[in-house]
């Protein structure tokens, strides 16, 4: 049998036997992706089966906006993530976080609907941490890269006078009533919003087997100015990247 180090890595991590998968690679070896496969298929838990990566989020309308409720399994992105932050760390004197990743799929799922946003194209994104005592702007969020804006966040600089985001990201300390605050002070048509819920490690235990699920639950707010269509495919696109991070480490 053939199999790659990262997925004999992830199998192990996972508890999957190598012998009960299916290569894709060269000879039929065993890669990540194969590992990644084999753990993304709906899971039971207390009679409730958890969200399939390709199913819509639940929406609602409310206040002038389009809110999905969602939670998603981040386990594919604790995978790649914590090797990378690894790396970076040693490498880079910096290192990403999940809220990095997050941040760049809120950016790269708005871009999708172009029709919302500046000529140019252009994103800006305002950041809410810790009850909202930490503020940070990313001008031109959509021309960078994970590490960037890690680099950003991490030192944060004074948020421009009158500067206006096109999207805003709290974190999960952030409350409803403090969202809704943000949400009116935006003035952009098309301003979008991703508050950013609870993460939990979740034991699957299914015979003798355990599985370990990281979910993540959030909240994603878009005008009612975007026509629905438009809304419901940056909410399915924001879920399809957080279930395929790898994504997220290319700018296009």
């Excluded at 680099?151 to 009158?162: R, S, W």
């Excluded at 990247?241 to 700018?251: G, K």
Aim: positive net charge; proline residues 6%.
């Amino acid at each position: 049998m053939l199999i790659s180090p990262l997925a004999a890595k992830l199998c192990a991590a996972r508890g999957i036997n190598p012998a009960t998968l299916s290569g894709s690679g060269p000879r039929g070896r065993i890669m990540a992706a194969d590992v990644l496969t084999a753990g993304s298929a709906p899971q039971k838990r207390g009679g409730t089966i958890l969200a399939d990566p390709a199913s819509q989020p639940t929406r609602e309308a409310k206040d002038g906006y389009y809110i999905y409720d969602d939670e998603v399994d981040m386990s594919a992105l604790v995978a790649i993530s914590m090797p990378i932050a690894v790396q970076c760390e040693k490498l880079l004197e910096n290192r990403y976080s999940l809220f990095d990743y997050i941040i760049r799929a809120a950016v790269k799922a708005c871009s999708t609907c172009p029709s919302w946003l500046d000529p140019s194209g252009k994103i800006d994104v305002m950041l809410f941490e810790h009850k909202g005592n930490m503020v940070t702007a990313i001008e031109n969020a959509q021309n960078k890269s994970i590490y960037r804006i890690a680099k950003e966040t991490a030192a944060p600089q004074p948020v421009p006078e009158n500067f206006a985001p096109h999207i805003i990201v709290c974190d999960a300390h952030t409350s409803r009533d403090q969202v809704a605050a943000r949400l009116q002070s935006g003035n952009r048509p098309g301003f979008a919003m991703l508050a950013r819920g609870s993460r939990e490690k979740d034991t699957i235990r299914a015979g003798t087997d355990e599985k370990y699920k990281n979910t993540l639950s959030y909240t994603f707010y878009a005008a009612a100015t975007l026509p629905e269509q438009e809304a419901n495919r940056i909410a399915a696109a924001l879920r399809a990247l957080l279930y395929n991070p790898v994504r997220l480490l290319l700018l296009s």
